[in-house]
């Protein structure tokens, strides 16, 4: 079946350094999205990717998806400590609603 | 917020014990999905209602069913609980099935 891998599993930054987690599948992906997951919370919705290419912004965080539609990116400038917490790329399978996350990367930011 | 709840918050079940977790979708949204998440894990996509009709399954077994009610909440019912099924559960509301989810606060589910 579809599965989405994502690296790296783990990250330590100081604060003010940037962060890069990938996202990567062997299949087209129809659309890609990004969740994050504070620690003892649930995910929440930061952005949903669907052309070929696109790149959004928003304030410090700037999402790509990669021209063959097989990969995404999420990238924080200059890192904060409220950016702590676990970030999962998500894929929908076929015509179902059957998301399927990458296992997360999170984020540890030292002050 | 996101406006999508569930019940109960926290729950402790024995080996083979069956559970009913509970949730409300947020308002206006018609589509619910469930997940599985373990500690350190992504969610695992457990299945989906869209307007009371399951819309996807993941692999889980037959004996992990649901609902979903004419008002769009619904449940997670799980039989012949086993150890490894403890973990948090976690539902997600949405207006269709490929736009954002909102996820509720979730239950954690341990399993003796």
């Known amino acids: 079946g579809q599965q989405v891998m994502q690296i790296p599993q783990y990250q330590h930054v100081q604060e003010g350094e940037d962060f890069t987690t990938y996202c990567n599948s062997s299949?087209?992906?129809?659309?890609i999205q990004w969740y994050k997951q504070r620690p003892g919370g649930h995910p929440v919705f930061l952005i949903q990717?669907?052309?070929?290419?696109e790149v959004k912004k928003q304030k410090r965080l700037t999402f790509q998806f990669g021209e063959a539609k097989k990969n995404s990116s999420l990238h924080i400038t200059a890192t904060q400590t409220t950016d702590v917490g676990t970030y999962f790329c998500?894929?929908?399978?076929?015509?179902?609603?059957?998301?399927?996350f990458g296992q997360g990367t999170t984020l540890q930011v030292k002050p | 917020e996101t406006g999508v709840t569930q019940s109960p918050t926290h729950l402790i079940k024995t080996r083979g014990q069956q559970v009913t977790l509970r949730c409300s979708s947020q308002?206006?949204?018609?589509?619910v999905s469930w997940y599985q998440q373990a500690l350190g894990q992504g969610p695992q996509f457990i299945f989906q209602?869209?307007?009371?009709?399951?819309?996807g399954r993941g692999n889980f077994p037959p004996r992990f069913s649901g609902l979903q009610f004419p008002n769009y909440s619904s449940e997670l019912n799980v039989n012949a609980l086993e150890l490894d099924d403890s973990a948090l559960y976690l539902c997600?509301?949405?207006?269709?099935?490929?736009?954002?989810?909102?996820f509720g606060p979730g239950t954690r589910l341990t399993v003796l």
């Open positions: 209602y869209y307007r009371e009709e399951e819309n």
């Open positions: 990717l669907v052309k070929s290419g």
């Open positions: 998500g894929a929908l399978s076929g015509n179902t609603g059957k998301l399927i």
């Open positions: 997600a509301s949405s207006f269709r099935n490929y736009n954002e989810q909102f």
């Open positions: 308002s206006g949204h018609n589509t």
């Open positions: 299949t087209t992906l129809s659309n």
